[in-house]
């Protein structure tokens, strides 16, 4: 079969062997899968380190068709249902990422393999596309469920690539508002705009804190020694992952706000401490998503609470996965692109 390979920092469409299930799984023809900056993260570092991250079948944001189960096994689906699922194979090894182990080939392929019981049906009146955006969405709602927010509470999200874009559309179809959104992309604040954020700034121009704070009310003192019985609903979540935004972000929230870091920062990082001390700041660093907010993501979609097609800037074939990785590094027009093994539709 296809598949697109990540060999050392360089991805390409190669001929690979057909994978085969064993019992409890299933083998699947993918029809979409979306390329994530966890994807990108990964060919990066295995450009940097070739001889300690070996060649891997990359995508783990897909929905699939049910081709035939393992052997022994009749599945909990029949044959022919499209399906999705949190990016999980179970190995002799224990579970593997899928799409980010050598062990656990991901969905941009032809062909993969699924564990039966970890399975979601995607509704025939889905578009089926869609169901791949369940993956990128959880990560959101994860974010927002360990956020632990109030009513009154006013988000800001910094970052409107996708995984800041999915916080804001979990924020608004879990009823919280305004949501102040910050990118300098005007595609991406365009997006944001699009699925539901009440307040976008472009950051080159105009400080996101200000707007947001305003919103939120009047700062409370930072010193516990000064009383007061309020709580303060500034929430801020950081979505870009890149050394120095965190710094930044703590000298500018006022005091006692909530900072959840969803944005993945793999290089090292220089923050003050005394910063968050005098200013009592809580910091929340969240990952990934559990198996019932992947689900819940899904059924957002399926029932229309939350419209994922502003987050499709792109549907390719397989062959153009080169090409889609280099166009996503320049973050200027696309957010998610998805690639199709069987072509564009």
């Known amino acids: 079969m296809r598949a697109v390979v990540a060999r050392d920092g360089v991805v390409g469409v190669e001929v690979v062997d057909d994978p085969l299930p064993g019992p409890g799984q299933v083998l699947v023809e993918p029809l979409a899968c979306g390329i994530c900056g966890s994807d990108m993260h990964l060919v990066s570092t295995q450009a940097e380190m070739p001889d300690l991250v070996p060649p891997i079948i990359l995508g783990h944001e897909f929905v699939g068709r049910i081709l035939d189960n393992g052997p022994g096994g009749r599945g909990r689906f029949p044959v022919g249902s499209v399906v999705t699922s949190v990016p999980y194979l179970d190995t002799a090894d224990g579970p593997q990422l899928i799409g980010l182990s050598p062990l656990a080939s991901g969905g941009l392929s032809e062909q993969m393999v699924l564990q039966d019981r970890r399975l979601l049906p995607v509704p025939e009146a889905m578009i089926a596309d869609h169901a791949a955006l369940a993956e990128p969405l959880a990560v959101g709602a994860h974010a927002v469920a360990e956020a632990q927010m109030d009513t009154d509470d006013v988000a ?105 870091v969803v944005g993945v920062c793999t290089e090292p990082d220089t923050v003050t401490p005394m910063i968050a001390n005098v200013k009592e700041l809580s910091l929340r660093f969240v990952f990934a998503y559990r198996p019932e907010e992947f689900a819940r993501a899904l059924d957002w979609i399926a029932d229309g609470t939350i419209d994922v097609a502003p987050f499709i800037t792109g549907v390719r074939t397989l062959e153009d996965a080169a090409k889609s990785f280099t166009d996503l590094r320049a973050r200027e027009r696309h957010c998610k692109i998805l690639l199709k093994p069987g072509g564009e539709g």
């Open 156 to 260: 800001l999200v910094i970052g409107c690539g996708p995984v800041g874009l999915a916080v804001i559309a979990t924020l608004k179809a879990a009823g919280h508002g305004p949501v102040v959104a910050a990118d300098f992309s005007p595609s991406r604040r365009s997006v944001a705009e699009r699925i539901g954020a009440d307040v976008v700034v472009d950051p080159g121009h105009h400080s996101p804190y200000r707007r947001w704070t305003e919103l939120a009310g009047r700062e409370l003192p930072s010193s516990p020694l000064l009383e007061s019985d309020r709580r303060a609903h500034t929430v801020l979540f950081e979505c870009v992952g890149l050394p120095g935004i965190l710094a930044e972000v703590m000298n500018s929230v006022h005091a006692h706000t909530r900072i959840v």
